[in-house]
């Protein structure tokens, strides 16, 4: 079935390329990269191979590239360590707008009796750096701050924070995965003590990650066990999809250009046709500091899983900015921290693309959206003539 794939922010196709460089690793050549023999030691040149492909893409040394199961791991491992190698500093600093591999192990960490400050964002999703400079206590063990939001696309000033955090002497972590071959990141030039990635955001498998920890950074595995990743993280190498992350790596060099152009005018008519073709909706985000892939559009008194429900129907893959819990519709907590109003967040719908979308894909939503929307609209409770309770309005009937 083919379909017009707009969720690239939630994973992304496999590149061809990088299939075609796995498979000899998930066929003949299936040796352990640990053994002795040649068989199985050979495998270590394509893992090496791998390791300088990674770095090569984010200005880093090969050795300072740790690969992982996925970004959710690295993200643990990045807050564990900083926390495990300064233990008389017990106080974190994050966003209230992480993703939960950040959020739910900062969340966790503070019922442990941790410290906790999430940073608050204004109404384009941005921080406050002074809010951020003072947040920061003489016993903050890491601030961990994503690169890119996943579902605003908005893009933090995380070279600044690193500086910051470098002056006042604490671990600065970033999660990076929403920005790694969309925008170019330079290790060399900027101050992260940690940044971590994932595979399948850029179009290698699900299932593989890489932490990068700065040379001189003191650290502590996750996992113990073998001496895989020079003890850094044990478990035998996921060979063939580290060896598929780094093709990825290289390849995302390659396309960068695309990604800074091509994608960014194909999101940018995508946004402007259903902006000026639909009444009644707003954007979520910041209008310049934006990943080039990423769109996300509220259109007031509907549905947000109403809408993905009907662009399925149409063969159009989106994802919204809500997440339904037990049964009741809760926006997402990305918005509800931007203070997207309450008819609007409920209404939210994100659309990311990538280098193998097409002008054809785009003509495609800007076709069928605005028809949805009016349909969705006819049959709202909710609506500019009839206006809910302002009971049914406040955030509390959504819990
Ligand atoms: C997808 C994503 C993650 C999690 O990565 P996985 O490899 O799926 O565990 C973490 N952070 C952000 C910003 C993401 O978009």
């Known amino acids: 079935m083919s ?62 590239v740790i690969f992982t199961s996925c ?20 106080h974190i600093v994050t966003s209230r707008v992480e993703h939960p591999a950040v959020r739910s192990v900062c969340k966790w960490l503070a019922s442990k009796g941790f410290g906790l400050t999430e940073l608050s964002v204004n109404p384009q999703g941005m921080l406050d750096m002074a809010e951020m400079e003072q947040a920061i206590r003489p016993d903050t063990a890491v601030v961990s701050v994503m690169y890119a939001n996943n579902e605003t696309g908005v893009i933090f000033p995380v070279a600044r924070i690193a500086e910051l955090c470098r002056e006042r002497g604490v671990l600065f972590h970033t999660d990076a995965v929403q920005a790694v071959g969309k925008l170019p990141i330079d290790m060399k030039r900027n101050a992260f003590d940690m940044l971590s990635l994932s595979g399948h955001k850029l179009h290698a498998p699900k299932g593989v990650g890489a932490l990068i920890v700065r040379k001189g950074t003191k650290f502590t595995p996750f996992l113990q066990g073998g001496h895989q990743e020079r003890g850094r993280r044990a478990g035998t190498e996921n060979v063939a999809s580290i060896v598929g992350l780094g093709l990825a790596c290289e390849l995302a060099q390659r396309w960068i250009e695309d990604e800074k152009t091509r994608v960014p005018r194909l999101r940018d008519r995508l946004e402007k046709e259903l902006m000026a073709r639909i009444p009644d909706c707003r954007l979520n985000g910041h209008p310049t500091e934006r990943l080039p892939n990423t769109t996300n559009i509220s259109f007031e008194f509907v549905e947000g899983e109403a809408i993905l429900l009907l662009l399925n129907e149409a063969g159009v893959c989106a994802s919204s900015g809500s997440a339904c819990t037990s049964g009741s519709l809760e926006p997402s907590h990305v918005l509800r921290a931007m203070g997207v109003p309450f008819t609007f967040a409920h209404g939210s719908i994100r659309l990311s693309l990538s280098r193998y979308n097409s002008d054809a894909d785009v003509d495609c939503v800007i076709e069928k959206l605005p028809g949805i929307i009016q349909r969705l609209r006819a049959i709202s409770p909710f609506s500019r003539d009839r206006m809910p309770s302002p009971a049914m309005l406040s955030p509390e009937h959504s819990h």
């Open 3 to 64: 379909v017009v794939y707009l969720d690239n922010n939630a994973t992304s196709a496999v590149a061809p390329e990088v299939l075609e460089a796995m498979l000899p690793f998930l066929t003949g050549r299936y040796g352990n990269p640990s053994s002795m023999h040649s068989f199985g030691g050979d495998v270590a040149r394509d893992i090496r191979r791998a390791r300088e492909q990674v770095a090569a893409l984010l200005g880093a040394d090969p050795d300072e």
């Open 71 to 90: 970004g959710t791991e690295s993200d643990s491992t990045a807050i564990h360590s900083a926390l495990e190698c300064n233990p008389s500093k017990r």
